[in-house]
T-cell receptor
Framework: GQQLNQSPQSMFIQEGEDVSMNCTSS?????WLWYKQDPGEGPVLLIA?????ELTSNGRLTAQFGITRKDSFLNISASIPSDVGIYFC????????????FGTGTRLQVFP | DGGITQSPKYLFRKEGQNVTLSCEQN?????MYWYRQDPGQGLRLIYY???????QKGDIAEGYSVSREKKESFPLTVTSAQKNPTAFYLC?????????????FGAGSRLTVL
């Protein structure tokens, strides 16, 4: 099955730094979602995007729905230790609205 | 509080045995999903159901079976035909065709084959 191209695969940063990650697709998407997964737990929704060009914030997190509808970006400002985890993008393609396509994940490590 | 409950959290199985993972939701969601996650990997769709008494195969359905007899419940059976069943299994639900396809996940079940 199709998976989204998510980068970077992993990041090791110092507390207080900003973080950026992105997802790209060869297909047009109707919806972009960003999830965070803590070790041994299920993913939790961070931000949902529904329109091309949309920019949405959730605290220190900001995500954007790319204008081409083929990509999305997630930024985390002033990282803290509890930001550690795996971040997944997910999209609903225009050609199949029954299910989401997931990215391969970005593993974030924050050092004090 | 509404949510998705998966059980058991940890399960050990001998080779050749079938096991069933439970998934119950009280969100009144129409659609339910099962995903498999391997270490360092993304989520791969096993089966999904948009409505009671109906379900479709996902990308890796071989060796798995499901049922959807009630709206709230979507159990997954890992059969002996699944060659490499050790993994982390995630159940999710969404409003389905009646709303945006935003998934809510359970806490997961970790299956280990001995």
């Amino acid at each position: 099955g199709q998976q989204l191209n998510q980068s970077p695969q992993s990041m090791f940063i110092q507390e207080g730094e900003d973080v950026s990650m992105n997802c790209t697709s060869s297909s047009i998407f109707n919806t972009w979602l960003w999830y965070k997964q803590d070790p041994g737990e299920g993913p939790v929704l961070l931000i949902a995007l529904y329109k091309a060009g949309e920019l949405t914030s959730n605290g220190r997190l900001t995500a954007q729905f790319g204008i081409t509808r083929k990509d999305s970006f997630l930024n985390i400002s002033a990282s803290i230790p509890s930001d550690v985890g795996i971040y997944f993008c997910a999209g609903q393609p225009s050609y199949n609205t029954d299910k989401l396509i997931f990215g391969t994940g970005t593993r974030l490590q924050v050092f004090p | 509080d509404g949510g998705i409950t998966q059980s058991p959290k940890y399960l050990f199985r001998k080779e050749g045995q079938n096991v069933t993972l439970s998934c119950e939701q009280n969100l009144n969601h129409d659609a339910m999903y099962w995903y498999r996650q391997d270490p360092g990997q993304g989520l791969r769709l096993i089966y999904y159901s948009q409505i009671v008494n109906d379900f479709q195969k996902g990308d890796i359905a071989e060796g798995y079976s499901v049922s959807r007899e009630k709206k709230e419940s979507f159990p997954l059976t890992v059969t002996s035909a699944q060659k490499n069943p050790t993994a982390f299994y995630l159940c999710a639900s969404s409003l389905g065709s009646s709303g945006a396809n935003v998934l809510t996940f359970g806490a997961g079940s970790r299956l280990t084959v001995l």
